[in-house]
């Protein structure tokens, strides 16, 4: 299904999409940040826009309204009557009616508390329920499963492995997947080999830049090993400088960098 464009979203949109959301939220994602600073570089005019999402995600994400102590609620009533009496010059009221109208704007006061409640557990909802925009797919020890990503491309995931990926990939969304164990990727070529339409899979310390390619990466609590069969592939690396594997190698990132050539 196509997806309109984030130049045309309103605030509330950017404020239940995902990637966004994951923006706001994890400011240590490195991948998720680049792509949102190049997007603003490019719609300069949606920056009040995005503004009001980003504080609307934040407010979200803020604690409920704490309880109210026995001090505090006998304070509150102690206001409501002071009120009451000093409305009784304008209009005098009996003892009953004084009563309904107290029970009256503690009713509206604890309703309006509750809408607060509703709305923030509505927009919570919105953005981890189960509507929302991400996939994650797990294996068993003994399960391999066959996954295709929006973009047609095909990653075989093997067992005691997990991924996690947008569902919905648009032409201003990375595709991108977050890896935790073995795959293989068959990933479809794209004539726009730009940095932002590049196919990524991220590991921990790792990511791997592919246009058209079929390559294998292993995940693991020791490193993260990465073997190309055809196409290319962009290994980025905090702290050093771009890898580049031609087809037949492969390389293990651990502790040490070590590439096996052909």
Not at 123 to 136: D, E, V
Not at 180 to 198: C, I, K, M, P, Y
């Amino acid at each position: 299904m196509s997806q309109k464009p984030y130049s045309a979203y309103s605030a509330e949109e950017f404020a239940l999409d995902d990637l966004f959301v994951r923006w706001v939220q994890h400011p240590d994602d490195e991948e998720v940040v680049a792509y949102w600073q190049n997007w603003l570089a490019k719609h300069p005019y949606c920056i009040e826009t995005v503004e009001t999402a980003r504080e609307l995600i934040l407010t979200g994400s803020r604690s409920a309204l704490p309880a109210l102590s026995s001090d505090e609620i006998s304070s509150v009533w102690g206001r409501i009557r002071e009120s009451l009496q000093t409305m009784e010059d304008v209009r005098p009221l009996q003892p009953g009616v004084r009563a309904v109208v107290g029970w009256w704007y503690f009713g509206r006061t604890v309703a309006a508390m509750l809408g607060v409640v509703l709305l923030i557990g509505w927009a919570l909802w919105m953005q981890y329920g189960p509507n929302q925009c991400i996939s994650s797919v797990s294996t068993l020890a003994n399960q391999t499963r066959q996954i295709r990503l929006p973009d047609n491309s095909i990653m075989t995931l093997h067992p005691s492995s997990s991924v996690r990926y947008a569902r919905c990939w648009t032409d201003e969304s990375p595709r991108a997947v977050w890896l935790n164990g073995e795959a293989d990727f068959s990933v479809v070529h794209r004539n726009d080999t730009s940095s932002a339409r590049l196919f990524r899979v991220h590991t921990a310390g790792l990511t791997i830049e592919a246009v058209g390619t079929t390559f294998q990466v292993r995940h693991s609590s020791k490193g993260t090993r990465v073997a190309l069969t055809s196409g290319q592939v962009n290994l980025l690396l905090k702290h050093q400088k771009t890898i580049r594997l031609r087809p037949g190698e492969s390389i293990e990132v651990a502790t040490e960098l070590t590439k096996s050539l052909p």
